[in-house]
C-alpha cells in the first residue's frame, strides 16, 4: 500500500536551534497532514496542505508541500520545550484512497 | 475544534477477557471513524476504518473476530478486544472524520492504554 518515509527519527536539538522533519513518497499524494503528539498523549491535528508547493505558516511552524507532491518537511525556527513531541506525517494518495497512511514521526527532544 | 473523545482511557484486565473501548464524536457527525494501534515509541498502524451502518473494513494482518467494531450511529464507534492477551496490550486510538473526502480533517480521541495481564 501507500508507503510515507519520514526522516529522521529521532532529532535532539538544543534549544533555540532549529529543527526539520521530512515525509517523501514514491507516488502523488492529494494531501498531506501533519501531526504533533506529545509524550503520553494523543495525536493533535496541526496542518493540512493540498496544493501544489503550499507553503503555510504558524508562528515558529512552516510547512511546505513539494511542487510534485510527492513530498513536505515541516519546519521549526528557534525550538522551545514546549515543541518536544513527535511530529507525524500523514497522507493520501491521488486517486480516490481516503484511507490515510502515516509516517513512522520524529521525535524532536529539545535541550534546555 | 472538533472533539473526540474516548472510553475507557485506561484498562487493565485479565487474559482471556473481552475489552470494549468507545470513541464518541462529540460536537460533530462522524461519517468515518478509525482505529489505531500505537506501540510505544512508534508510529500509528491502522487497524479498520468504519462507516456508520456498514461493516468495518479491516487492515491485513489485523483478525476482525479479535478485534469487533460496531460502528452504531454517526457518533458511536466501539472496538471489542475479545479473548485479550498480553500481546494486545498497547495504546489504542480512534480518530473521526466529518466528511468523506481525503482532504477532511481526522480528529484523534486522547487514546485508551489497554493492560493484559
Known amino acids: 500500500g501507500q508507503q510515507v518515509m519520514q526522516i529522521p527519527q529521532y532529532q535532539h536539538v538544543q534549544e533555540g536551534e532549529d529543527f526539520t522533519t521530512y515525509c517523501n513518497s514514491s507516488t502523488t499524494l492529494s494531501n498531506i497532514q501533519w501531526y504533533k503528539q506529545r509524550p503520553g498523549g494523543h495525536p493533535v491535528f496541526l496542518i493540512q496542505l493540498v496544493k501544489s508547493g503550499e507553503v503555510k505558516k504558524q508562528k515558529r511552524l512552516t510547512f511546505q508541500f513539494g511542487e510534485a507532491k510527492k513530498n513536505s518537511s515541516l519546519h521549526i525556527t528557534a525550538t522551545q520545550t514546549t515543541d518536544v513531541g513527535t511530529y507525524f506525517c500523514a497522507s493520501h494518495a491521488s486517486g480516490g484512497s481516503y484511507i490515510p497512511t502515516f509516517g513512522r514521526g520524529t521525535s524532536l527532544i529539545v535541550h534546555p | 475544534g472538533a472533539v473526540v473523545s474516548q472510553h475507557p482511557s485506561r484498562v487493565i484486565c485479565k487474559s482471556g477477557t473481552s475489552v470494549k473501548i468507545e470513541c464518541r464524536s462529540l460536537d460533530f457527525q462522524a461519517t468515518t471513524m478509525f482505529w489505531y494501534r500505537q506501540f510505544p515509541k512508534k508510529s500509528l498502524m491502522l487497524m479498520a476504518t468504519?462507516?456508520?451502518?456498514?461493516?468495518?473494513?479491516?487492515e491485513q494482518g489485523v483478525e476482525k473476530d479479535k478485534f469487533l467494531i460496531n460502528h452504531a450511529s454517526l457518533t458511536l464507534s466501539t472496538l471489542t478486544v475479545t479473548s485479550a492477551h498480553p500481546e494486545d496490550s498497547s495504546f489504542y486510538i480512534c480518530s473521526a472524520r466529518a466528511g468523506g473526502e481525503a482532504t477532511d480533517t481526522q480528529y484523534f480521541g486522547p487514546g485508551t492504554r489497554l493492560t493484559v495481564l
Open positions: 468504519s462507516n456508520e451502518g456498514s461493516k468495518a473494513t479491516y
